[in-house]
T-cell receptor
């Protein structure tokens, strides 16, 4: 099916470990995003990308790194995971005609 | 910069009753407006959008919304809700000069009771 594929669906990692969340789109939407969703905070933008090799910080970028060497992939890396990064992470792409298309999310637990 | 306010954090309603979820926005330029729904343990999916043209837009699952420029609102309505409409609903706004970057509201939890 076309859309946004996130992997893994669930991840448990230890404090201090590096972890990468993957995101792949089957379209060629220019814009891609990473959000985290926590109870009481709604959706918070971590990073976004307007095109390949163009990325920019969102509301809560500290502790995260992104790259976008290809239009269809937008991985998110936690350089040294902390318990405060336990969350549900959503990747999305955007087109004016379809709005945002979200992946199913990655539920990350840092122990 | 644009902003979005969803006026109700929680809306309880009985099955088959009408519902309105309220969304106000602020922007000094033309906007695109969206409503998304999130069912438990799922990502958000697009319910409907306003880009231009008719101010009354119809979406999936019997929802509709009306764009009111003078009141800077984009309220979501459904004439008769079902138990399956229980979910969280997000309003979002993009400005036409940077359409790819939407601002999301904090969400409204709709709970439909039997």
């Amino acid at each position: 099916d076309a859309g946004i594929t996130q992997s893994p669906r669930y991840k448990i990692t230890e404090t201090g470990r590096q972890v990468t969340l993957m995101c792949h789109q089957t379209w060629s939407h220019s814009y891609m995003f990473w959000y985290r969703q926590d109870l009481g905070h709604g959706l918070r933008l971590i990073y976004y990308s307007a095109a390949a090799d163009i990325t920019d910080k969102g509301e809560v970028p500290d502790g995260y790194v992104v790259s976008r060497s290809k239009t269809e992939n937008f991985p998110l890396t936690l350089e040294s995971a902390t318990r405060s990064q336990t969350s549900v992470y959503f990747c999305a792409s955007f087109s004016v005609n379809y709005g945002y298309t979200f992946g199913s999310g990655t539920r990350l637990t840092v122990v | 910069a644009q902003s979005v306010t969803q006026l109700d954090s929680q809306v309880p309603v009985f099955e088959e009753a009408p519902v309105e979820l309220r969304c106000n926005y602020s922007s000094s330029v033309s906007v695109y407006l969206f409503w998304y729904v999130q069912y438990p343990n799922q990502g958000l999916q697009l319910l409907l959008k306003y880009l231009s043209g008719s101010t009354l837009v119809k979406g999936i699952n019997g929802f509709e919304a009306e764009f009111n420029k003078s009141q800077t609102s984009f309220h979501l309505r459904k004439p008769s809700v079902h138990i399956s409409d229980t979910a969280e609903y997000f309003c979002a706004v993009s400005v036409d000069t940077n359409a790819g970057k939407s601002t999301f509201g904090d969400g409204t939890t709709l709970t439909v009771k039997p």
